[in-house]
């Protein structure tokens, strides 16, 4: 069975909206911290169209994800990822680390997050 911060990954990375609300529980609590700003947000919807989905643009193209790892923090899981994003001003890398706690059927319910913000990769 692939864990719920896995499952976030893969979803956010696909911008798959389902596979997001399903993984995320309704009552979410979503705070974060990005580059130029804080976010928040207290459903899963409102975490998926008003925060992630500007996180990750629709004209940003996730070609990969390059690192995924998980833990725990005493009573909380961990979660860093690194995603390799096009968008319009080039290619860059995203790492985002962040802790969250799940509810009884295994939906995020709270999550604390960090992101490095949209770095640029060198091109050759």
Not at 2 to 26: I, M, Q, Y
Not at 33 to 51: D, I, K, Q, T, Y
Not at 64 to 86: K, P
Not at 91 to 113: A, C, H, K, S
Request: one cysteine or more; glycine letters at 6%.
């Amino acid at each position: 069975m692939t864990s719920a911060g896995a499952r976030f990954v893969h979803a956010l990375a696909a911008k798959d909206t389902a596979e997001l609300l399903a993984v995320l529980a309704p009552d979410l609590t979503l705070r974060a911290m990005g580059a130029s700003r804080f976010w928040e947000a207290s459903s899963a919807e409102e975490a998926v169209h008003n925060v992630l989905y500007r996180w990750i643009e629709p004209s940003d193209v996730v070609e990969r994800i390059e690192a995924v790892e998980e833990g725990t923090m005493t009573d909380r899981r961990r979660l860093s990822y690194r995603l390799r994003v096009r968008s319009p001003e080039g290619l860059f890398l995203v790492e985002q680390v962040g802790y969250f706690d799940q509810d009884d059927g295994g939906r995020i319910r709270r999550m604390d997050v960090l992101c490095s913000g949209f770095r640029p990769v060198p091109q050759p």
